[in-house]
């Protein structure tokens, strides 16, 4: 899956490197080193024993989506003066697609995992305070709970 996603980059980082590209196309060269860069972050915790946390994926993620777009934004622009072929063009695309696609998932991921954590705090607050919401005390004066004297 994370392959893909570096397939296109570094399918035109080969082109791109290998013949002269005309003046103001270097953003292109530097927006695919920085995706490479994101990809291999990415595949680099997937090798490893210690994984990304659903946060961590949902922020490497959104930066790599953010970089898809601004690739596609610049690429679009500026086709035909950096002579960028079109199938470059389609596999970004659907790299990008893919990239969002699991972002989502990675976020909703995290969303849930921070609610679980809120959940399990908020019952571990409710054990310590007891069933009693006054948590044994009086809300008033703070003190012991006191039951009414007199008559009943």
């Known amino acids: 899956m994370i392959a893909t996603l570096g397939l296109a980059a570094a399918a035109f ?34 090798k490893s024993k210690r994984k990304m946390t659903p946060i961590q994926a949902c922020s490497t993620l959104g930066r790599l989506v953010n970089n898809g777009a601004a690739a596609m ?10 002579q960028i072929p079109a199938s470059f063009m389609e596999n970004m695309k659907n790299d990008n697609a893919k990239a969002a696609d ?3 998932k990675a976020c909703g991921a995290a969303k849930q995992q921070a609610a679980m954590q809120q959940r ?9 305070q007891g069933a009693n919401p ?18 009943l």
């Open 13 to 46: 980082l080969d082109v791109g490197t290998a013949s002269a590209q005309p003046s103001g196309c270097e953003q292109m060269q530097k927006l695919l080193q920085e995706r490479q860069s994101i990809v291999q972050q990415l595949s680099g915790s997937s």
């Open 73 to 82: 934004k610049f690429a679009t622009a500026n086709q035909d003066w950096c």
């Open 102 to 104: 699991i972002r989502g």
């Open 120 to 128: 399990a705090q908020q019952q571990a607050r409710q054990q310590q």
């Open 134 to 151: 006054f948590g044994g005390a009086d809300a008033v004066t703070g003190g012991p709970m006191r039951v009414p004297q007199g008559a």
